[in-house]
């Protein structure tokens, strides 16, 4: 839905607090993107469908739309399961009962692993809490730092960086004055009085 229909599973980890995503793309995702993926997914997990799962022919999942790595061997039978009306896969093991059981899905990263394969890394349920903490401990950390709030960190690391950039400029100003014998190349004596 977000990145176009050319985009294939190529694929997977699925862990408790995390999950890893290889996919067929060319190109790194924007923020918008990935935020538009992360909304979705959160959508889904906050509509709370139940888990579905059925074991059927190969051939049948196929044409049910089950994703899978199709490169990959498979049996006879397979284990599919429907999260809501927009995940059906292929499944070797049970991971929730129930849509609301992930929690929170977050993106932490987006790399290329190999021409025209794209990995996303999330967090999920404890996992992503874990993330939101630590993110909010750093980002405390760098308000305390600078005397401001989390929310005005940011500004005031700018003015900061800011203030240096003019006080670097002036001191380099400083040193090629004392270069040239005192201001503008008179003698720093002829000024006093």
Not at 126 to 152: D, K, M, N
Request: glycine share 10%.
């Amino acid at each position: 839905e977000v990145l176009g229909s050319h985009v294939a599973q190529k694929g997977s980890l699925v862990a408790p607090d995390r999950l890893r995503f290889d996919f067929a793309h060319f190109a790194p995702m924007s923020d918008d993107e990935k935020r538009r993926v992360e909304d979705l997914v959160n959508d889904e997990i906050r509509r709370n469908a139940d888990s579905v799962i059925s074991v059927m022919p190969f051939d049948e999942a196929k044409k049910s739309g089950a994703v899978a790595l199709f490169g990959e061997k498979y049996g006879d039978t397979v284990r599919v399961m429907r999260i809501g009306s927009r995940s059906t896969e292929l499944c070797g093991g049970t991971h929730v009962k129930r849509a609301g059981d992930i929690g929170l899905f977050k993106i932490v990263g987006e790399i290329g692993i190999a021409q025209g394969v794209r990995r996303i890394e999330a967090v999920t349920g404890a996992g992503a809490l874990e993330y939101v903490r630590r993110i909010e401990s750093e980002l405390g950390h760098v308000a305390e730092r600078v005397r401001s709030t989390p929310f005005e960190a940011a500004l005031r690391v700018d003015k900061l960086l800011e203030e240096s950039k003019a006080q670097r400029r002036e001191i380099e100003e400083l040193k090629r004055k004392m270069a040239m014998g005192g201001s503008g190349g008179r003698d720093l004596l002829s000024n006093v009085r």
